[in-house]
């Protein structure tokens, strides 16, 4: 599955988590206008909440890198710009959903209650109002996005590092491929030099041969002369 692909079947998740959230919301609501109170369903929330936000920051994140090349990915200007408002309403929407969570009528449920319902909440969240509970999740929030911030980075500078490799490689293998192909072509050639050359040897070994010959028939003429002629004989009483 593609990214651009992939982006669309978050942002279905997306909605679904946000229409879920909402009705969960008004639950509590109308729960609470009875005097009932369910931290369980106030952890259950604030849960749907974290991944809300992760998930729009997520989605910002990756239409932000298609957008650095929109031909890559399939995008129209037209589209990336859709996808764009669209999820500009889904955090407005997310906003929304925050401040609604955090408006709760603390008095309706008088204050024995409320003390009681305390008493209810896990070791984490005893003691606070949705408030400071709000205030803590946004505070876990933003290290999360921070968090998700770094990886971002770091998998943008890998894709970087893997980019310049694959360029490298490309142009090693077209310099490889240049050189493959010219010593093709030299082959023939070395072949057809090496054959002159060694023609060339065998040449030269049998003129050296034929000198040698030559040399050796001259010589034994001259001593045949010195020997067998009277000419000879003078010229050698003499030495």
């Known amino acids: 599955m593609q990214q651009n692909e992939k982006w669309l079947v978050f942002y279905e998740e997306l909605e679904i988590k946000i229409q879920t ?3 969960q919301i008004e639950n509590k609501k109308q729960q609470e206008k009875v005097n009932q109170f369910n931290s369980r369903q106030n952890i259950t929330i604030r849960k749907s909440l974290t991944e809300i936000q992760t998930l729009t920051s997520k989605l910002f994140q990756d239409l932000k ?3 650095s090349d929109l031909k890559k990915y399939r995008l129209t200007p037209v589209e990336y710009k859709r996808r764009k408002k669209n999820l500009q309403d889904k955090k407005r929407d997310f906003k929304k959903l925050q401040q609604d969570f955090a408006t709760q009528p603390i008095e309706a449920l008088g204050a024995k209650k409320w003390k009681d319902s305390l008493r209810k909440e896990t070791l984490e969240t005893q003691g606070f109002n949705n408030d400071e509970l709000m205030e803590i999740d946004n505070a876990s929030l933003e290290k999360q996005e921070d968090y998700l911030d770094q990886i971002s980075v770091s998998v943008q500078r890998q894709t970087e590092i893997a980019t310049t490799l694959n360029e490298e490689l490309d142009e090693e293998s077209y310099l490889l491929d240049g050189l493959d192909k010219g010593m093709t072509n030299i ?9 002159k050359v060694s023609k060339y040897a065998k040449v030269s070994k049998m003129k050296g041969l034929i000198c040698l010959v030559i040399f050796l028939i001259l010589l034994l003429s001259f001593l045949l002369f010195l020997l067998f002629t009277e000419r000879g004989a003078k010229f ?3 030495f």
């Not at 082959?187 to 054959?195: D, H, Q, R, S």
């Open 21 to 23: 959230t909402k009705s």
């Open 65 to 67: 890198e298609m957008n």
């Open 187 to 195: 082959k023939p050639k070395m072949i057809k030099n090496t054959k």
């Open 236 to 238: 050698l009483k003499k």
